[in-house]
T-cell receptor, first 114, second 109 residues
Framework: EADIYQTPRYLVIGTGKKITLECSQTMGHDKMYWYQQDPGMELHLIHYSYGVNSTEKGDLSSESTVSRIRTEHFPLTLESARPSHTSQYLC?????????????FGEGSRLTVL | GQNIDQPTEMTATEGAIVQINCTYQTSGFNGLFWYQQHAGEAPTFLSYNVLDGLEEKGRFSSFLSRSKGYSYLLLKELQMKDSASYLCASMDSNYQLIWGAGTKLIIKP
């Protein structure tokens, strides 16, 4: 079983609120990712990181930010939540050396913005 | 553009064999992944192919043809617990994964 954890698992908030989704992994993986997934749809990459102090934007990054101060921690922040942010957010990690390692996913954070 | 195509939904009978196809078009190619995702859960890794041919892993096998941009996942001796979505993903030249929308597999007794 993968050692990657996300909190909260479920969150319902009002429009305009600032939220942070937490993701931590205990496997020492260098690479970490945030994906957004709607039911029956493909995963979309929001942000990724190749290591401490490294962050890159994915396809859907414009309304969120991430930080990577420690190897094990990769939080995602929405400064002002909107109903269009309602979705499932999946955090994942992979081994840094080599480019083709499998992804280990967290259980996901299901966000509802009213 | 980059694109992954796989059927939306398939139905099969317990104990039977099912093949889930995936075609891909990506900028460069660094391998093809299959993941399993049960409803409400996180995806879990099933297989990775970077060379042409069939890779067998227990009841599951995965095939790749790079010249055709085609892969399939073969599931044998189907069990009820195999009911899940199966996600195909191609790794492009920048080592980024391009994901399909997934194939929902329904297993009937």
């Amino acid at each position: 079983e993968a050692d990657i954890y996300q909190t909260p698992r479920y969150l319902v908030i009002g429009t305009g609120k600032k939220i942070t989704l937490e993701c931590s992994q205990t496997m020492g993986h260098d690479k970490m990712y945030w994906y957004q997934q709607d039911p029956g749809m493909e995963l979309h990459l929001i942000h990724y990181s190749y290591g401490v102090n490294s962050t890159e934007k994915g396809d859907l990054s414009s309304e969120s930010t991430v930080s990577r101060i420690r190897t094990e921690h990769f939080p995602l922040t929405l400064e002002s939540a909107r109903p269009s942010h309602t979705s499932q957010y999946l955090c994942a990690s992979s081994i840094g050396e080599g480019h083709t390692g499998e992804l280990f996913f967290g259980e996901g954070s299901r966000l509802t913005v009213l | 553009g980059q694109n992954i195509d796989q059927p939306t939904e398939m139905t099969a009978t317990e104990g039977a064999i099912v093949q889930i196809n995936c075609t891909y078009q990506t900028s460069g190619f660094n391998g093809l992944f299959w993941y399993q995702q049960h409803a409400g859960e996180a995806p879990t890794f099933l297989s990775y192919n970077v060379l042409d041919g069939l890779e067998e892993k227990g009841r599951f096998s995965s095939f790749l043809s790079r010249s055709k941009g085609y892969s399939y996942l073969l599931l044998k001796e189907l069990q009820m617990k195999d009911s899940a979505s199966y996600l195909c993903a191609s790794m492009d030249s920048n080592y980024q994964l391009i994901w399909g929308a997934g194939t929902k597999l329904i297993i009937k007794p």
